[in-house]
């Protein structure tokens, strides 16, 4: 099955590839770059899950009860931490993002995930976590319900469990307390990064934000970086972004093939070209199998012993040989259809797509992943 939809997904790529070719994508500002120091903060906080309905950490799990006596301490009240037995409490990690340019009572959502041994944190609530920035500052709390989207349900032995019971999320419940400040007339000169380096579309993108504000102002710093000179005194920068992030500019693509050995996926771009290759493929199959025979000595005989005798039996069977042709331009749709010939799996299309990059006949770029 997973063969089958694989040349689907191959099929459908190359269908369109022909009318697909003569033109060059498009797309805005905004969805092909980000801005050179705007971006988002990644945050952590240890805490603990409650309410769990016996699915917690185990004994085992010493830190939890640690930290379940430690909060009680500071309530008032003393519990040693040796002698508390619960299972309905889960340690947990929580992560989440500062957005760039949050205020203190935004909300964002959190990621919980479990640091022990607990089966499951499905119905628990996060008890009140501080988050901190890689500075060692707080900057946000978390706290409320965990949804799971699975669960794990049985006893030992006899279990079932589905996605990942052991990470949750809380929609919205992670609450700035300290804003991450960012003036934007600081980052002088602006620049924009694209996310795919690529020195033709940095060059138009340059061009359009010029044409735009009819006045030189951006210029190609290398493949990936336009660097923008902002009016000295101009207090109109998000106005200014706002233009730059709407333009259209054409997107030079580059022709990449995308492999994934462990699923046996592979995405082939619109613009990949073969050159001219013949490919031969064929399989050898070698079957080894061993049989056990009891032999037993003849009842006049009286001598001997019984004995298990092994019987190894091999067995090899060679395939002919399958040929097919591609001539020189040759598209994707027409790999595809010669690969269905000859019944190649998916493992044997990445082995033919790195014998032809080899060959020097694969016009792209083969990334392996």
């Known amino acids: 099955m997973r063969i089958r939809q694989l040349f689907v997904i191959l099929g459908i790529l190359a269908a369109g590839m022909g009318a697909a070719a003569a033109t060059l994508q498009s797309a805005r500002v905004k969805d092909l770059t980000t801005i ?26 010493i830190f939890s009860t640690q930290t379940l006596a430690n909060m009680l301490q ?81 006893t030992t032995g006899n279990t079932r469990t589905l996605n990942h019971p052991t990470t949750g999320r809380i929609p919205g419940g992670v609450t700035v307390e300290q804003s991450a400040p960012l003036d934007l007339r600081s980052l002088q000169p602006l620049s924009l990064l694209l996310r795919d380096p690529d020195f033709a579309t940095a060059r138009d993108m340059a061009a359009a934000i010029n044409e735009e504000f009819k006045v030189e102002i951006a210029r190609v710093i290398d493949d990936r970086r336009i660097e923008i000179a902002l009016p000295h005194g101009d207090d109109k920068v998000p106005e200014m972004l706002a233009r ?39 399989n050898l199959v070698i079957d080894v199998s061993t049989t056990y025979h009891v032999s037993q000595p003849s009842i006049a005989a009286n001598v001997g012993q019984t004995e298990v005798v092994p019987q190894v039996k091999v067995n090899s069977a060679e395939a002919p040989a399958r040929r097919i042709e591609l001539p020189d331009g040759a598209t994707v749709e027409d790999l595809v259809r010669g690969l269905q010939a000859i ?15 080899k060959a020097g006949a694969l016009e792209a770029e083969l990334d392996i992943i």
Do not use: C, W
């Not at 120091?37 to 309410?51: A, F, K, T």
């Not at 730059?244 to 050995?261: D, G, K």
């Not at 190649?344 to 990059?357: C, P």
């Open 74 to 154: 500071r309530m008032g009240v003393q519990v040693p931490g040796a002698t508390i037995r619960v299972n309905n409490v889960a340690a947990v990690f929580v992560t989440a993002s500062l957005p760039a340019f949050a205020r203190p009572g935004m909300q964002v959502d959190a990621t919980v995930s479990s640091a022990g041994d607990a089966k499951s944190i499905e119905g628990g609530i996060l008890l009140l976590t501080r988050l901190y920035a890689a500075n060692g500052q707080v900057y946000a709390t978390a706290q409320g319900a965990v949804t799971v989207g699975g669960y794990s349900a049985g």
């Open 244 to 282: 730059i992030q709407e333009l259209v500019v054409p997107v030079h693509s580059a022709a990449r093939v995308v492999v994934n050995e462990r699923t046996g996926t592979i995405v082939i771009g619109r613009d990949v070209r073969l050159g001219a290759v013949s490919i031969l493929h064929g």
């Open 343 to 357: 019944g190649a799996t998916a493992r044997d299309v990445v082995s033919i797509l790195q014998a032809i990059q």
């Open 36 to 61: 050179e120091g705007v971006r988002d903060n990644p945050l952590i906080g240890y805490g603990l899950v409650v309410g769990l309905n016996r699915t917690g950490d185990s004994q085992q799990t």
